[in-house]
């Protein structure tokens, strides 16, 4: 007798392309210094000072009486939950309620944690997208279906469907991988089809501090979201905490299902499968959200998006038509009729310069390639010189 392995796992895609991309980068055996590598999306600059102070504070008072701190709330501490609806109302312009703020270890966690707490409906999820939006659907046993995002719609999803039944839909802005914005009237017209069609909409704003423009970087600035979204944030790229793990998720009150609160379902899905964020996070990410903690994320991300600057000229310049790279960390490329992989092969031979292939985020992606601009700026110049030279 055997046990069975949860099916939908087993049969998932077999995720290829980081192990691909690391195996072509090793056998060009590049030695130490020579190769620039603008493929990962994880940040290069350290945590902001304030979120590093919290930390040590809080990790120090963990060996005294009266500050150790065993199990914490499992939506997260009232100070971090107010913090995170302080930032919504002033950096963004969105009125959140503490208490519909989860603090959680991460966004990538909380999709699948959303999606497990979801019934039936379809997962709508645009093409090309972030990967795990539809391996966590899968893994969920949820039924995906994919909406093709193109370069003739700038590489913005548009709510063209059917209003006829409901969908769970996956947004991203701004995008990874396309680093494109949604515009205001689009997020309007998303949230009006939701509305109508009884869809759910899960946004992730991930990257929502990199935005300078007017777009708006919550998809509570809509009239109406509140009754139709839920919204997925993250520390990791705006405040370097990839390794810290902190982000939240936000379930609104008004969100309703038929009769049944959204929220008090989640409450009780994260009352039994969640023991909360660790103490030491959430001082730290309540440091990155004090007012010097902003300036110093503000800091951190207008020098990936001064490196971002660097690189669209440099591709731009090389003829390439580039998307994203303004108010986002990423370019997205198109590679002017190579595949994917031959571009990543050309520019691993021709420039040293490792990208990561658009092939990878969904078929869509075919024929474009992802530019990361969290790397440093010695990479992003050093690349942009070699572009000049090819
Ligand atoms: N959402 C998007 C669009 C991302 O690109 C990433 C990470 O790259 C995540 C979510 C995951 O973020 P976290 O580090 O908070 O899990």
């Known amino acids: 007798m055997k046990i069975a392995v949860n099916e939908h796992i087993l049969n998932l895609s077999e995720n290829y392309l980081f192990t691909e991309m690391k195996e072509r980068i090793s056998a060009k055996k590049f030695i130490e210094g020579d190769l620039v590598d603008l493929g990962i999306g994880d940040v290069s600059l350290p945590l902001p000072a304030a979120a590093v102070r919290e930390a040590v504070e809080a990790a120090k008072g963990m060996a005294e009486l009266s500050t150790f701190h065993g199990y914490g709330p499992e939506n997260g501490h009232e100070f971090l939950r107010d913090a995170v609806a302080r930032y919504y109302a002033c950096d963004m312009g969105a009125a959140v309620s503490p208490d519909d703020i989860f603090i959680c270890d991460g966004a990538k966690s909380a999709i699948f944690s959303v999606l497990s707490a979801l019934g039936d409906a379809e997962v709508l999820i645009p093409d090309p997208a972030y990967p795990a939006y539809a391996d966590c659907a899968a893994i969920a046993g949820k039924k995906v279906s994919r909406l093709r995002v193109t370069e003739n719609e700038g590489f913005i999803p548009v709510p063209s469907l059917p209003k006829t039944k409901p969908y769970v839909i996956f947004l991203c802005s ?27 909409i899960v946004f992730d704003s991930a990257y929502e501090r990199f935005v300078k423009s007017d777009a708006y970087r919550s998809i509570y600035c809509i009239p109406g979201a509140e009754l139709c979204s839920i919204e997925v944030g993250s520390l990791s790229k705006s405040a370097g905490f990839t390794g810290m793990r902190c982000g939240w998720v936000i379930v609104p009150e008004k969100l309703m299902q038929g009769n049944v609160s959204v929220r008090r379902i989640w409450r009780r899905r994260v009352g039994s499968c969640y023991n909360g ?3 030491v996070v959430q001082r730290a990410a309540y440091g990155a959200l004090s007012d010097e903690g902003r300036r110093e994320c503000v800091r951190l991300c207008d020098y990936y998006l001064n490196n971002a600057a660097i690189l669209k000229q440099a591709f731009s310049k090389s003829g390439y038509t580039v998307f994203g790279g303004t108010d986002s960390p990423y370019l997205w490329i198109n590679t002017g009729g190579m595949s994917s992989w031959r571009f990543f092969d050309h520019m691993l031979d021709k420039a040293g310069i490792a990208l990561t292939p658009g092939c990878g985020f969904g078929e869509c992606g075919e024929g474009y390639v992802r530019i990361s601009a969290l790397c440093t700026m010695d990479s992003a110049l050093l690349a942009a010189e070699r572009m000049g030279r090819i």
């Open 277 to 279: 964020t660790s103490y």
């Open 174 to 200: 701004p995008d990874n991988p396309t680093g494109t914005v949604m515009p205001r009237d689009i997020m309007q017209a998303w949230v009006d089809f939701a509305m109508v069609s009884g869809s759910l």
